[in-house]
């Protein structure tokens, strides 16, 4: 089945603990974006990347990092999360051209206290 | 920069019954996409329908259209016979033609309420 996966679901941690969400794709994407949703702001991208070894910012990088190692994988790394960063994130991936679709993960809710 | 703005927060309809989403968006690009995505409760992003800019048709798929109105910069999606399964998030998203990211620009988003 074609997906994207997202872990973990549900993450509780304690500010400055690093963290890592993994994000990983089956259909040979070459787009992989990363994408926050908080209330009254709508989803905003993180970080993008068009394929291997090619990141790039979003519209709110701040705190946040990514690597693109293998096509099938982008992980999202928070080196010193914040309270601020308590959100709902998303990894998306998308196959290469005008018409193709994003295919969306099932979210991971992060709490930092 | 664009922008696309979802003015009702919350909306509610009657099982049944018809109800319209307003999205409004602000571009200078000619070439781009719009869609509409359902977050259900399990926050699964759902893609609706989708609108290609240089299209004058409406896209339509099965109770879901929308009223695309390039000049006003409008995009609606209007459910027909609403199903309590409709309950849930909707967000409209635009998309540049030109853009070699496939990033998607989101409105707040609408909560939808059908009532039995």
């Known amino acids: 089945e074609a997906q994207v996966t997202q872990n973990p679901r549900y993450l509780i941690t304690v500010t400055g603990k690093k963290l890592t969400v993994t994000c990983s794709q089956n259909?040979?994407?070459?787009?992989m974006s990363w994408y926050r949703q908080d209330p009254g702001l709508g989803l905003r991208q993180i970080y993008y990347?068009?394929?291997?070894?090619?990141?790039d910012k979003g519209d709110v990088p701040e705190g946040y990092k990514v690597s693109r190692k293998e096509k099938r994988n982008f992980p999202l790394i928070l080196e010193s999360p914040s309270p601020n960063q308590t959100s709902l994130y998303f990894c998306?991936?998308?196959?290469?051209?005008?018409?193709?679709?994003?295919?969306f993960g099932q979210g991971t809710r992060l709490t930092v206290v | 920069a664009q922008t696309v703005t979802q003015s009702q927060p919350e909306m509610s309809v009657q099982e049944a019954e018809t109800v319209t989403l307003s999205c409004t968006y602000d571009?200078?690009?000619?070439?781009?996409?719009l869609f509409w995505y359902k977050q259900p409760p399990s926050r699964q992003m759902i893609l609706v329908i989708r609108?290609?800019?240089?299209?004058?048709q409406n896209a339509t798929e099965n109770r879901f259209s929308v009223n695309f109105q390039k000049a006003a910069k409008s995009f609606s999606l209007k459910i027909s016979d609403s199903q309590l399964g409709d309950a849930a998030m909707y967000f409209c998203?635009?998309?540049?033609?030109?853009?070699?990211?496939?990033?998607?620009?989101f409105g707040q988003g609408t909560t939808l309420q059908v009532k039995p």
């Open positions: 998306a991936s998308k196959l290469r051209g005008r018409v193709t679709e994003a295919f």
């Open positions: 259909m040979n994407h070459e787009y």
């Open positions: 990347s068009m394929n291997v070894e090619v990141t």
């Open positions: 571009t200078s690009e000619s070439d781009y996409y």
């Open positions: 609108q290609e800019a240089y299209k004058q």
């Open positions: 998203a635009y998309r540049s033609g030109s853009s070699n990211t496939g990033k998607l620009i």
